[in-house]
C-alpha cells in the first residue's frame, strides 16, 4: 500500500462563508458538510474577507458537529494557529486513542503532544505515565555504537524530547503559574482538587504530595522520571508487551514501515493513547519513502475511524530563521 502525496489525508479542510453566517451558533454550511466529511475531522471555516477571523469545528458522525475552542489549560500556554487548535483537540480528548500528528519540523507536533500529555498526567490525572520513543534509525541500527552509558545515549538521542519539555516547563514554572497556585485561582475550572497539599492518594494509588511539588515549585524532566511519571523508551524494548494506562508518543513514525508501525499500536494497553507524530518530507530510512512510510499509510487506513484522528500542520510557528533554512537548504 502507497499513498501519494496528494491522497494524503489531512484530517481538515478549509471552507470560506460570508462572516455574518460564521457568527451563527452552528453556521448553515455544517449542514451541507456533514455528509462528506470523516469522523473526526475538522472544518476551518474562514470569513471571505478575512482568513484570521475563523472558527473550527470537528464532526463527530450522525450530522453532529463540536465547536472547538482552545482548551482551558492549568498552564499559560495555548494553540498559536488552527490546525495547533485541532490538534489539541484530539490529544486532549481521551475518547480518541489514536492520535497522528503530520509536518515538517517546527509546526509544533512534538510540543503540542507533550503539553497535552503532561497536562493529563499531573493535572487531569487520566493516565499513570507518558511514555516516549523514537525510532534509532539515524543513529544506526543499535544505540549500542554510541559511547556512554545506556542512559546518556537514550538523553542525547532524546535531546529534541528535552527541548520541548524545558520549554513547557519554563512556562509553567514561570512566576504567573507559581502566584495563581499560591492564591489558589487556576484558569483551569476542575485543576484546584489536584493542589491540595493534603496527601491524597489517586485512582491509580500513587502518592500526590511530590506531583503537587511539582506543581506549585516548578519541575525538571528528571524530577518527571524520578516519579515514574515519564519514562524515555528505546522502541525495540517496547514489542511484546501490552502498555495499560499510559500516554504513548511515538516520535519521527516517518522512519518506520507500517509493520513496525502495526507492532507497536496492536501494543497499547486497556486505558491508554498513542500519538504518532513525524515529518514525511524528511525520512532518514534508505527502504522508505513519502508513500511508504507507516506514518502517512496508518493516518490513511485509520480514516473514518471513531477513535482515531489526525492533523496535518504546515504552519511553521519556530522563528524566521528556521523557516527560511527549512525552505532554502
Do not use: C
Request: no cysteine; net charge neutral.
Amino acid at each position: 500500500g502507497r499513498v501519494a502525496e496528494y491522497d494524503l489525508y489531512k484530517g481538515w479542510r478549509i471552507e470560506e462563508i460570508p462572516a455574518n453566517d460564521l457568527r451563527k451558533d452552528q453556521p448553515t454550511i455544517l449542514g451541507d458538510l456533514a455528509g462528506k466529511m470523516e469522523l473526526n475531522e475538522f472544518v476551518s471555516l474562514q470569513s471571505e474577507n478575512n482568513d484570521q477571523n475563523y472558527r473550527v469545528f470537528r464532526y463527530l458522525g450522525n450530522q453532529k458537529f463540536k465547536t472547538v475552542l482552545d482548551p482551558q489549560l492549568a498552564w499559560p500556554l495555548k494553540a498559536r494557529n488552527a490546525q495547533q487548535l485541532m490538534a489539541l483537540d484530539l490529544l486532549l480528548d481521551d475518547r480518541v486513542q489514536l492520535v497522528s500528528l503530520v509536518g515538517p519540523a517546527g509546526t509544533g507536533k512534538t510540543f503540542l503532544a507533550l503539553l497535552a500529555g503532561l497536562h493529563q498526567i499531573l493535572i487531569k490525572d487520566i493516565y499513570r505515565k507518558m511514555m516516549i520513543s523514537r525510532p534509532v534509525i539515524p543513529l544506526g541500527p543499535d544505540i549500542g555504537y554510541l559511547p556512554g552509558t545506556v542512559q546518556e545515549k537514550l538523553e542525547s538521542w532524546m535531546q529534541p524530547m528535552y527541548d520541548n519539555l524545558s520549554l513547557i516547563m519554563h512556562s509553567v514554572n514561570g512566576e504567573r503559574y507559581v502566584r495563581q497556585v499560591e492564591h489558589g485561582v487556576s484558569k483551569s475550572s476542575d485543576s484546584g482538587n489536584s493542589h491540595g497539599t493534603k496527601r491524597k492518594r489517586n485512582h491509580h494509588g500513587q502518592d500526590r504530595l511530590d506531583e503537587h511539588r511539582m506543581l506549585t515549585r516548578g519541575f525538571t524532566m528528571d524530577d518527571l522520571v524520578r516519579s515514574g511519571k515519564l519514562s524515555l523508551e528505546a522502541m525495540t524494548y517496547m514489542r511484546g508487551r501490552s502498555i495499560p494506562f499510559q500516554y504513548i508518543l511515538l516520535d519521527e513514525v516517518q522512519n518506520l514501515t507500517v509493520h513496525e508501525v502495526k507492532t507497536l499500536i496492536t501494543r497499547v494497553g486497556e486505558g491508554s493513547k498513542m500519538v504518532i507524530a513525524g515529518d514525511p518530507y524528511q525520512i532518514d530510512s534508505p527502504y522508505l519513502d513519502f508513500s511508504s512510510n507507516g506514518l502517512v499509510i496508518a493516518g490513511n487506513r485509520f480514516k473514518g475511524q471513531g477513535i482515531f484522528g489526525t492533523v496535518f500542520l504546515e504552519h511553521t510557528e519556530r522563528s524566521e530563521l528556521s523557516s527560511l533554512a527549512a525552505q532554502l537548504l
